[in-house]
């Protein structure tokens, strides 16, 4: 992507995923398993691939939604929500399943459009959380989600499976 690309377009899309994209979705959370394995172990099968087994559960069960995010047309990412605390199994709460920025639409704000975009659109209680030790991510949602609500936002620790979390707690009101 050039860099005057995004200065001409910088459209901003959250477009929902139909199941005929579903292996453009699994190719991009290669991508976000590869980020994310400087953080945690994770191994890549033998087929090459870290894969994402749940992925498939986004066309098939009630309360998941999978989205694609484009920038000027172009692929620039990947959304999963679901309904549901995963931390607490409270089942009227949103969960930030899987939120993915390929790394040349980073640092430009479009995380933060596309996150306030999923917002607006599930109104009610918002769960994020983030590996501790993952301080870029950390300070990318503290951000997103203050400057969503208004507010300064605290975050909560928490530890499950031996790894240390924070978690953000928000409400979306529809506006």
């Not at 994402?52 to 998941?64: K, S």
């Amino acid at each position: 992507m050039s860099q005057a690309r995004w200065e001409t377009d910088p459209r901003v899309e959250v477009l929902p995923a139909a199941w005929e994209q579903e292996p453009v979705l699994a190719n991009l959370l290669e991508l976000y398993a590869h980020d994310f394995s400087e953080l945690r172990d994770l191994d890549v099968g033998e087929d090459g691939r870290f894969g994402y087994g749940a992925l498939p559960l986004y066309w098939t069960e009630p309360g998941r939604f999978p989205f694609l995010v484009r920038v000027g047309g172009r692929l620039a990412g990947l959304v999963l929500v679901r309904r549901g605390s995963v931390i607490s199994e409270e089942e009227a709460v949103w969960d930030m399943a899987e939120f993915f920025v390929v790394r040349g639409y980073r640092r430009r704000r479009i995380g933060t459009q596309v996150a306030h975009e999923v917002w607006r659109r599930f109104p009610g209680r918002w769960e994020v959380r983030v590996m501790e030790k993952n301080d870029a991510a950390r300070r990318f949602w503290q951000g997103a989600i203050s400057s969503f609500t208004g507010e300064k936002i605290h975050s909560v620790a928490f530890e499950r499976e031996g790894s240390a979390w924070v978690l953000f707690l928000f409400e979306s009101r529809v506006k």
